[in-house]
């Protein structure tokens, strides 16, 4: 493109010809860079010459008459000559090569934030354990934070919520059943009536009712965002604390490389530790078995569901846990670390073996910090046999199992990922993925498909990924776009070999089956 406009007049030189610029004249923004490796396919061997010496050549080409060449160009009483031709900044070449290698790279070392590190520091000062092995901690409150009076907010919030209650009686019971036993595991004791006891600060609490769950159908919430008479909660005056939750893509990732599974769930995690005596008084409750009763005022001695600093505290305990006892139980201290989401353990291994080493020792390990580790489940029957039948989590029944059918994962689009499948792969099959496998559009006695009783029995066995195959499949994921039926990389991108895959149904694993 020239550098500089030129007068309209230049065009009527090439009036005749069907040019792929009409405005060649006028200097504006590159839209495409094409580079030489095209020209041969563009260029059909045509040209034009004006009559006038001085002025660019036409090239004929697929898109029409491209101008280029020089011209000599009068400005003022000085005389350049000016290239018609496609430039590029090398700086800006520099910067978009700097630019994708910066969004490539992992960022070894994030800055942390200066409240993260109060936070950890304040646990480290603050946590003990009792005699029992119990982790005693204590919240971190920010700097001159002082609460409010949140009395008649909470005796108001509780009396709307004893309304509700009186009119869902089933609700009611289950409400009760849930405090009888929070007290009854010392969880919370009363302290008195609400009368006889000066709190100022009181939380109030709801429930969140769940009736397909297999273990806690009702939870109850105790609201500690509510503000107080100077217009701050417990939560506003509490560091949130850093975020220790593992990143669950990474987990899963992570659960995929060995053959067998191990889930569990630790038991009211937040309510296996205790805050320290001197902060429970921040946690009292209003509650009564029956309305004839005077309203009475409870202390909660544990970590509180609701409150802002609670995850924080709950997991760097379980780290805490690790780094204490990890010494004794060296395979089930690094699950602790690293295979667990908040409460929910998500880890696999490679032989049935060391699955029970680990479950044996993550339930020892646990035990010792006051936790209990349940609802076990795994894709292998013998690891479950092994286990108390009350412990291990019941299998969900989706439906009658005559209207199931079970499909061979190389047979089926949609069980790749876990069939040895890369994420690039992926791609590749984004139609079939939507619209099902060609299988499905034939005649339903031609389908190559079994009864689920006549498949029921056989085992269910993970096939590993290589870790290292993965990662790299995974890094290349955004520089891969199909090309037919190739796995092509993009211009630009990293050099990488690939497959070619005639058939993602057939596509081989990465162990070559």
Known sequence: MPSVNFTENLKLEYKNLLLADPTFYRSSRIDMLLGSDVFPFIYDGGRYSPSRQGLPLALSSVFGYVITGQLSCNNTSNTRNVSMCMLSSESKVDDLIKSFWETESLVADLPKNPDDVITEQMFVNDYKRDSTGRYIVKYPF?????????????????????????????????????????ASLGHMICVGEVSEVESGYVIPHHCVHKPDSSSTRLRVVFD?????????????????????????VELLIRFRLRKISLCGDISKMYRCILIDESQRKYQHILWRDSPSEPIKVYELCTVTYGVASSPFLAIRTLQQLAADEGA?????????????????????VDNLEEALKIQRQLVELLRLGGFELRKWSSNSDQLLKELPSDQVEPPVQFDDEVLWFHVNGTDNPADVCSRGATPADLLLI?????????????????????????FKGEPLEL???????????????????????????RPGGRQEITRPLTNPLDWPNKEGN
């Open 142 to 182: 920010k700097p001159d934070s002082e609460l409010g009076n949140s009395r008649q907010i909470a005796i108001k919030r509780y009396q709307n919520l004893e309304r509700k209650l009186s009119r869902l009686p089933d609700l009611r019971k289950e409400y009760k059943k849930f405090m009888d036993e929070y």
């Open 224 to 248: 500690a965002s509510c503000q107080t008479s100077n217009n701050k909660s417990l939560n506003s005056v509490l560091y949130t604390g850093p975020k220790l939750q593992a990143d669950l």
């Open 328 to 348: 004794r139980f060296p395979e089930a201290s690094r699950a602790l670390r690293e295979g667990f989401f908040v409460d929910d353990l998500i880890w696999s």
């Open 430 to 454: 984004a139609d079939q993925w939507f619209r099902g496998p060609r299988w499905l559009y034939k005649p339903p006695h031609t389908w190559p498909v079994r009864s689920i009783t006549e």
């Open 463 to 489: 096939k590993p990924l290589k870790e290292n195959t993965l990662l790299s499949e995974t890094s290349n994921l955004q520089k891969r776009a199909p090309d037919g039926e190739t796995g092509s990389p």
